[in-house]
């Protein structure tokens, strides 16, 4: 006997869950990228991209993942011998530093561990320590997917703004947008990047980079830029195929506007952050009464630096076995410890994008089943626990 029959639910970070409606919004012929229905919902997207990101700037689609996002952002951003600096709360901030880098930027990175954001006050101390003012642009991701450490972003702009540095502050949401409360104009941050297949339910395959009237002043000469890569003709195209630099994603555009609609325009921004928050709660709630009795527990202990849509979760040397139990025994993949020490130690719960209360209690469920199967020593209570932050009690 197996228990896995039926719907699987992939709970890692990206991919997410897509909804059904956004899948069957790309299941048509291909339209005309020309004229007609294609160039007029194309023109819809931006009011409510901007609207995810909170801001009244601009936006430029790519057709690309994450790291396409990261290599527009930067091509944009710099030049040849310019210099950065990188906030690294985790495997994801490496990554940015490193392609950042390898473009020919030098980059100054201030490493914060893995379990705990970045201190404004040790920016502020760096910023001061460049004298001539060289460093371009201060490199934050708001929640890093493998540490799921969330930082302070309106924090590190008060410390930009306390030294009285012009760097540009320039966010990584990938993870957290849709999930995190998330202010670019507020916050006064000046480049942010995302993509299209987590917070925004939308295949792999869309990247986005926003950007302010002062980071496209500030950027206007920077020699890395490529046509292709160039922010300035997909956000301000006189003609539909500049967007694109080409043809356009045509069915990742139908399936976004699907999410959109869903995300901005039905059920609201706001409540989908309070969404993600109810269940992260949950998911907290279960892995820290799983702790009282067992070597298990949440790798950010402070709640308000942990993300909204990803746990990462200690589980001494079972986490391995625990994952390969919930995905064949109960049809749930977890996702995999990354960046940390220790990869059989650690797993990560997604809880990201189109999920709600049902598909996170019958995770962290699976997850208490194959902790009893497998005899893993744990504190009791989990999921009475995880009820009640559901609940609100
Ligand atoms: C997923 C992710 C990326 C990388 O995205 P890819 O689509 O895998 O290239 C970068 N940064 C963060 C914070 C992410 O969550």
Redesign the pocket.
């Known amino acids: 006997m197996n228990l896995s029959q039926g719907r699987p639910y992939l709970a890692i970070?990206?991919p997410s869950v897509m909804p059904d409606r956004v899948l069957a919004a790309m299941h048509r012929p291909a339209p005309d990228i020309y004229a007609g229905a294609l160039i007029d919902m194309t023109a819809s997207l931006y009011p409510d991209l901007r609207a995810v990101a909170r801001t009244a700037h601009h936006v430029a689609i790519y057709i690309g993942?994450?790291?396409?996002a990261?290599e527009a952002a930067n091509t944009n951003l710099f030049s040849r011998g310019d210099r950065a600096m990188a906030l690294v709360t985790g495997q994801?901030g490496t990554?940015?530093a490193n392609a950042v880098e390898r473009l020919g930027v030098r980059v100054d990175r201030i490493d914060f561990g893995r379990n705990a954001p970045a201190d404004p006050a040790r920016l502020a101390d760096a910023l001061r320590a460049d004298v001539r003012q060289e460093i371009k642009a201060v490199l934050l991701?708001h929640?890093?997917?493998a540490s799921t450490v969330k930082n302070d972003v309106a924090a590190i702009r008060s410390a930009l703004d306390g030294t009285g540095h012009p760097a540009l502050l320039a966010v990584?949401c990938?993870?957290s947008l849709g999930c995190d409360p998330f202010e670019m104009d507020l916050w006064g941050v000046d480049v942010m990047v995302g993509?299209s297949?987590?917070g925004l339910m939308t295949p792999?395959g869309l990247g986005f980079v926003w950007f302010s009237d002062r980071a496209a002043e500030r950027c206007r000469a920077s020699d890395l830029r490529t046509p292709y890569w160039d922010w300035t003709p997909r956000a301000f195209a006189d003609e539909y195929w500049q967007q694109f630099c080409g043809t356009a994603p045509t069915h990742h555009l139908f399936a976004l506007r699907e999410a959109l609609t869903m995300l901005v325009h039905e059920e609201g921004l706001e409540a989908a952050w309070a969404r993600h928050r109810r269940l992260a709660g949950a998911v907290w709630a279960a892995v820290d009464a799983w702790g009282q009795g067992g070597d298990i527990r949440l790798n950010i202990a402070d709640p308000a630096a942990r993300g909204n849509s990803v746990t990462s979760v200690r589980l001494g040397g079972a986490a391995e076995r625990l994952r390969a139990w919930c995905e064949a025994q109960a049809g749930v993949t977890l996702g995999i410890g990354l960046g940390m020490e220790s990869a059989v130690d650690w797993l990560r719960i997604a809880h990201m994008g189109h999920v709600n209360a049902h598909m996170t209690l019958g995770a962290l469920s699976a997850m208490e089943a194959g902790l009893r199967a497998l005899g893993v020593p744990r504190g009791d209570g989990a999921l009475n626990a995880a009820t009640e932050a559901i609940a609100g009690a």
Request: aromatic content about 14%.
């Open positions: 970070p990206g993942n994450g790291h396409a990261w994801f990554s940015w991701t929640v890093d997917t990584d990938i993870a993509a297949q987590k792999p």
